[in-house]
């Protein structure tokens, strides 16, 4: 014992840190020193406890609840700092309290830190939050990923977001990308499967992908007032399912497609084949420009 609160075994005097130790293990013997803590019980719900606790207080034995933002505890990494004549941290695992603590509410994070080549600092890379999102940080600072709800949240390293891909309970999958405030990009991308008649939103036709399952009309959106460069994909399943491509809602629109003369309101039709498909694009305005299997055909004015 030293002071009467510090426990020293070998012998050790480096600090971490510069901070006083209050428990040390020093060692040179062998090539690798291993600690191990063994519990014998037959029982699967326990195993050993390595607990890391925080009192909010400054006075031994008195009880506090940590507040928020408290460190409960840390487990760090560390290197020798030969000029420093100490330890200094490489990297750390933290548990962080996300609410000051109270009888019914103990919310707490847990964060990953490491150090780039090249400097000293140690900077966060990694949450685990309260409510089990998941925030990535590369820079230390700026969400680059989240993953909460089902959702990936992709960010620009400036607070900004660029996209969001979601897959929800039924397998759909979307992808929400807007990429400047100044009107560069905006778009979507999300892929849905329909049985039968299909009206397609706005969204869906920024880089959609329709699978058709039934015979049916698919509706293109009033989405192509001008040069938007909306897009969608349409395929069909089987042989037996034939599907009309319409302009019910967007009458002044016309679709061209290879070999057709449509006039403005004509529909397409699907050539009757498994896997047929069709990849439409507003490049030009109040025109969807068609490409895709071979044979689809003039289905004239939907009605």
């Not at 009192?55 to 700092?81: E, H, M, N, R, W």
């Amino acid at each position: 014992m030293l002071d009467g609160k510090n426990l020293l075994i070998g012998e050790e005097a480096t600090s971490y840190q510069g901070a006083t130790s209050g428990f040390r293990v020093a060692t040179n013997v062998d090539a690798r020193r291993v600690a191990v803590f063994t519990h014998y019980r037959a029982d699967d719900t326990m195993g050993f406890i390595l607990a890391l606790a925080k009192s909010q207080s400054d006075t031994q034995g008195t009880l506090a609840y940590p507040g928020a933002d408290s460190i409960l505890g840390q487990l760090v990494f560390a290197g020798a700092d030969e000029d420093g004549a100490r330890f200094e941290p490489g990297a750390e695992i933290r548990g962080v309290a996300t609410e000051l603590w109270d009888a019914t509410g103990a919310g707490t994070k847990i964060e990953l830190y490491t150090t780039d080549n090249g400097t000293l600092t140690n900077d966060l890379r990694l949450t685990i939050d309260q409510d089990g999102t998941f925030v990535s940080t590369p820079d230390g600072t700026n969400n680059v990923f989240t993953i909460a709800d089902g959702s990936l949240t992709v960010a620009d390293g400036n607070g900004g977001t660029v996209g969001t891909l979601t897959i929800d309970s039924s397998g759909n999958i979307s992808y929400n990308k807007d990429i400047a405030s100044d009107g560069a990009i905006t778009g979507y991308l999300e892929g849905v499967s329909v049985a039968g008649a299909h009206t397609v939103t706005a969204a869906q036709a920024k880089g959609g992908y329709i699978l058709v399952t039934a015979a049916g009309d698919v509706d293109l959106p009033d989405d192509c007032d001008s040069a938007t460069f909306a897009s969608v994909k349409i395929v069909v399943r089987d042989a037996a399912e034939t599907v009309s491509v319409t302009l019910a809602n967007s009458q002044e629109d016309t679709i061209k497609y290879p070999g057709l003369s449509l006039t403005a309101g004509d529909e397409i039709d699907s050539p009757g084949g498994a896997l047929d498909e069709l990849t439409l694009v507003c490049a030009e305005t109040n025109t969807w420009y068609a490409n895709g299997t071979l044979g689809w055909t003039d289905g004239g004015v939907d009605d």
